[in-house]
Protein backbone atom coordinates (compact mmCIF):
# COMPACT_ATOMS: atom_id res chain seq x y z
CA UNK A 1 0.00 0.00 0.00
CA UNK A 2 1.04 3.76 -0.25
CA UNK A 3 3.77 4.85 2.20
CA UNK A 4 3.47 7.92 3.53
CA UNK A 5 5.97 9.47 6.33
CA UNK A 6 4.96 12.57 8.61
CA UNK A 7 8.04 14.65 10.46
CA UNK A 8 8.10 15.18 13.34
CA UNK A 9 6.23 13.39 15.38
CA UNK A 10 5.97 15.43 17.79
CA UNK A 11 7.43 19.46 18.33
CA UNK A 12 7.46 21.61 21.95
CA UNK A 13 7.46 25.43 21.07
CA UNK A 14 7.16 28.42 22.41
CA UNK A 15 4.61 31.07 21.96
CA UNK A 16 5.82 33.25 19.05
CA UNK A 17 7.91 30.68 17.60
CA UNK A 18 7.52 29.26 13.50
CA UNK A 19 6.93 25.49 13.31
CA UNK A 20 6.71 23.09 10.23
CA UNK A 21 5.47 19.54 9.53
CA UNK A 22 6.51 17.48 6.77
CA UNK A 23 4.72 15.18 4.43
CA UNK A 24 6.50 12.31 2.17
CA UNK A 25 5.30 9.72 -0.34
CA UNK A 26 6.88 6.94 -1.60
CA UNK A 27 4.70 7.59 -4.79
CA UNK A 28 3.60 10.24 -6.80
CA UNK A 29 0.14 11.81 -5.33
CA UNK A 30 -2.71 12.91 -7.31
CA UNK A 31 -3.24 15.47 -4.41
CA UNK A 32 -3.09 16.06 -0.43
CA UNK A 33 -5.17 17.24 2.23
CA UNK A 34 -4.05 18.90 5.61
CA UNK A 35 -6.49 18.02 8.71
CA UNK A 36 -5.98 19.46 12.35
CA UNK A 37 -7.20 17.74 15.59
CA UNK A 38 -7.08 19.55 18.51
CA UNK A 39 -7.22 17.23 21.97
CA UNK A 40 -10.38 15.11 22.28
CA UNK A 41 -11.79 16.33 18.98
CA UNK A 42 -12.71 14.93 15.58
CA UNK A 43 -9.82 15.90 12.57
CA UNK A 44 -11.05 19.09 10.48
CA UNK A 45 -10.20 20.17 6.99
CA UNK A 46 -7.70 22.79 6.63
CA UNK A 47 -6.82 22.62 2.97
CA UNK A 48 -6.38 20.71 -0.18
CA UNK A 49 -3.16 21.07 -2.30
CA UNK A 50 -3.31 19.42 -6.36
CA UNK A 51 -0.48 21.32 -8.40
CA UNK A 52 3.08 20.59 -8.20
CA UNK A 53 4.88 23.58 -6.52
CA UNK A 54 1.23 24.78 -5.40
CA UNK A 55 1.45 27.52 -2.18
CA UNK A 56 -1.34 28.23 -0.65
CA UNK A 57 -1.36 30.26 2.33
CA UNK A 58 -4.59 30.77 5.37
CA UNK A 59 -3.36 33.70 7.88
CA UNK A 60 -0.02 32.71 9.78
CA UNK A 61 -0.06 29.18 8.14
CA UNK A 62 1.41 28.70 4.73
CA UNK A 63 0.80 25.03 2.76
CA UNK A 64 3.12 23.72 -0.05
CA UNK A 65 3.14 20.89 -2.29
CA UNK A 66 6.27 19.68 -3.72
CA UNK A 67 7.63 19.89 -7.50
CA UNK A 68 7.75 16.01 -7.83
CA UNK A 69 4.04 16.12 -5.89
CA UNK A 70 5.67 13.72 -3.44
CA UNK A 71 5.90 16.08 -0.84
CA UNK A 72 4.53 18.58 1.13
CA UNK A 73 4.56 20.58 4.19
CA UNK A 74 2.68 22.81 6.59
CA UNK A 75 3.99 26.05 8.45
CA UNK A 76 2.96 27.76 11.02
CA UNK A 77 4.64 31.50 11.49
CA UNK A 78 4.71 33.01 14.99
CA UNK A 79 2.24 30.44 16.78
CA UNK A 80 -0.33 30.76 19.41
CA UNK A 81 -1.78 28.45 22.44
CA UNK A 82 -5.03 27.88 19.79
CA UNK A 83 -2.77 26.21 17.45
CA UNK A 84 -2.17 23.47 20.12
CA UNK A 85 -3.05 19.75 18.39
CA UNK A 86 -2.03 17.33 15.70
CA UNK A 87 -1.72 18.15 12.45
CA UNK A 88 -2.31 15.47 9.32
CA UNK A 89 -1.41 15.03 6.05
CA UNK A 90 -3.99 12.79 4.48
CA UNK A 91 -2.90 11.35 0.86
CA UNK A 92 -4.71 10.53 -2.61
CA UNK A 93 -3.39 8.83 -5.52
CA UNK A 94 -0.90 6.35 -6.57
CA UNK A 95 -2.20 2.85 -5.30
CA UNK A 96 -4.92 4.50 -3.15
CA UNK A 97 -6.66 6.35 -5.45
CA UNK A 98 -10.07 7.11 -4.06
CA UNK A 99 -9.49 6.97 -0.75
CA UNK A 100 -7.24 9.29 1.31
CA UNK A 101 -4.13 7.32 3.44
CA UNK A 102 -3.27 9.32 6.25
CA UNK A 103 0.20 9.92 7.41
CA UNK A 104 0.91 9.86 11.52
CA UNK A 105 0.22 13.00 12.96
CA UNK A 106 2.56 15.57 14.03
CA UNK A 107 1.76 16.76 17.72
CA UNK A 108 2.40 20.24 18.16
CA UNK A 109 2.33 21.85 21.42
CA UNK A 110 2.81 25.22 22.21
CA UNK A 111 4.21 26.71 25.71
CA UNK A 112 2.87 30.15 27.10
CA UNK B 1 -26.27 23.01 8.14
CA UNK B 2 -26.07 19.98 10.89
CA UNK B 3 -22.37 18.31 11.18
CA UNK B 4 -21.87 14.86 10.54
CA UNK B 5 -23.20 12.72 13.73
CA UNK B 6 -22.52 9.79 15.61
CA UNK B 7 -23.62 7.20 17.89
CA UNK B 8 -23.13 6.36 20.32
CA UNK B 9 -20.32 8.50 21.63
CA UNK B 10 -18.79 5.95 24.01
CA UNK B 11 -19.01 2.12 24.49
CA UNK B 12 -17.82 -0.28 26.51
CA UNK B 13 -18.22 -4.15 25.62
CA UNK B 14 -16.03 -7.25 26.13
CA UNK B 15 -14.47 -9.61 24.21
CA UNK B 16 -16.29 -11.48 21.63
CA UNK B 17 -19.18 -9.62 21.75
CA UNK B 18 -20.55 -7.77 18.42
CA UNK B 19 -21.10 -3.77 17.92
CA UNK B 20 -22.77 -1.81 15.44
CA UNK B 21 -21.98 1.99 15.59
CA UNK B 22 -23.78 4.53 13.26
CA UNK B 23 -23.40 7.80 11.81
CA UNK B 24 -25.56 10.41 9.36
CA UNK B 25 -23.89 12.67 7.30
CA UNK B 26 -24.00 15.80 6.38
CA UNK B 27 -27.25 16.38 4.36
CA UNK B 28 -26.58 15.67 0.68
CA UNK B 29 -23.38 14.20 1.21
CA UNK B 30 -23.64 10.79 0.19
CA UNK B 31 -20.31 9.38 0.54
CA UNK B 32 -19.32 8.29 3.94
CA UNK B 33 -16.11 6.63 5.18
CA UNK B 34 -14.55 5.60 8.53
CA UNK B 35 -11.44 5.47 9.90
CA UNK B 36 -10.57 3.38 13.00
CA UNK B 37 -8.43 5.73 15.51
CA UNK B 38 -5.24 4.53 18.19
CA UNK B 39 -2.49 5.90 19.30
CA UNK B 40 -0.02 3.32 18.00
CA UNK B 41 -1.64 3.29 14.78
CA UNK B 42 -2.85 6.91 14.23
CA UNK B 43 -5.83 7.38 11.75
CA UNK B 44 -6.38 3.92 9.60
CA UNK B 45 -9.17 4.04 6.70
CA UNK B 46 -11.46 0.94 7.07
CA UNK B 47 -13.88 1.49 4.29
CA UNK B 48 -16.09 4.39 2.03
CA UNK B 49 -19.85 4.01 1.01
CA UNK B 50 -21.32 5.85 -2.04
CA UNK B 51 -24.79 5.34 -3.03
CA UNK B 52 -25.03 2.18 -0.91
CA UNK B 53 -21.91 0.69 -2.45
CA UNK B 54 -18.71 0.07 -1.17
CA UNK B 55 -16.08 1.69 -3.43
CA UNK B 56 -13.18 1.58 -1.17
CA UNK B 57 -12.07 -0.93 1.55
CA UNK B 58 -8.79 -0.63 3.81
CA UNK B 59 -6.87 -3.44 4.73
CA UNK B 60 -9.35 -4.83 8.24
CA UNK B 61 -10.08 -8.04 9.07
CA UNK B 62 -13.57 -9.86 7.44
CA UNK B 63 -14.77 -8.98 11.07
CA UNK B 64 -15.29 -5.06 9.98
CA UNK B 65 -18.19 -4.46 7.74
CA UNK B 66 -20.45 -1.70 6.51
CA UNK B 67 -23.33 -0.57 4.74
CA UNK B 68 -24.92 1.97 4.00
CA UNK B 69 -28.80 3.00 3.68
CA UNK B 70 -30.30 4.69 0.52
CA UNK B 71 -30.98 8.38 2.61
CA UNK B 72 -26.98 7.94 2.95
CA UNK B 73 -26.69 6.95 6.65
CA UNK B 74 -23.97 4.58 7.79
CA UNK B 75 -23.47 1.41 10.38
CA UNK B 76 -20.57 -0.23 10.61
CA UNK B 77 -20.24 -3.54 12.50
CA UNK B 78 -16.94 -5.40 14.08
CA UNK B 79 -18.12 -8.87 14.77
CA UNK B 80 -16.14 -11.26 17.51
CA UNK B 81 -14.64 -8.04 19.23
CA UNK B 82 -10.83 -8.01 20.34
CA UNK B 83 -8.80 -5.62 23.27
CA UNK B 84 -7.22 -4.03 20.15
CA UNK B 85 -10.66 -3.14 18.58
CA UNK B 86 -10.36 -0.70 21.30
CA UNK B 87 -10.32 2.78 19.43
CA UNK B 88 -11.67 5.66 18.61
CA UNK B 89 -14.13 5.15 15.03
CA UNK B 90 -14.53 8.05 13.15
CA UNK B 91 -17.14 8.55 10.56
CA UNK B 92 -16.51 10.97 7.69
CA UNK B 93 -19.23 12.24 4.61
CA UNK B 94 -17.94 14.13 1.89
CA UNK B 95 -19.90 15.00 -1.63
CA UNK B 96 -18.65 13.17 -4.08
CA UNK B 97 -15.00 12.71 -5.58
CA UNK B 98 -13.51 14.89 -8.10
CA UNK B 99 -13.89 14.02 -12.03
CA UNK B 100 -10.36 12.56 -11.65
CA UNK B 101 -11.61 10.58 -8.62
CA UNK B 102 -10.28 12.52 -5.92
CA UNK B 103 -11.92 12.65 -2.77
CA UNK B 104 -12.81 15.89 -1.61
CA UNK B 105 -13.13 17.74 2.33
CA UNK B 106 -13.80 15.52 4.41
CA UNK B 107 -16.01 16.19 7.68
CA UNK B 108 -15.83 14.45 10.69
CA UNK B 109 -18.27 13.53 13.27
CA UNK B 110 -17.00 13.37 16.82
CA UNK B 111 -16.40 9.87 16.95
CA UNK B 112 -17.43 6.87 18.66
CA UNK B 113 -14.81 5.62 21.76
CA UNK B 114 -15.37 2.16 21.72
CA UNK B 115 -13.42 0.36 24.47
CA UNK B 116 -13.12 -3.42 24.82
CA UNK B 117 -12.68 -5.48 28.07
Known amino acids: GQQVMQIPQYQHVQEGEDFTTYCNSS?????IQWYKQRPGGHPVFLIQ?????EVKKQKRLTFQFGEAKKNSSLHITATQTTDVGTYFCALAGGTSYGKLTFGQGTILTVHP | KAGVTQTPRYLIKTRGQQVTLSCSPI?????VSWYQQTPGQGLQFLFEYFSETQRNKGNFPGRFSGRQFSNSRSEMNVSTLELGDSALYLC????????????????FGPGTRLTVL
Open chain 2, 27 to 31: SGHRS
Open chain 2, 92 to 107: ASSTTMTRDWLPNEQF
Open chain 1, 27 to 31: TTLSN
Open chain 1, 49 to 53: LVKSG
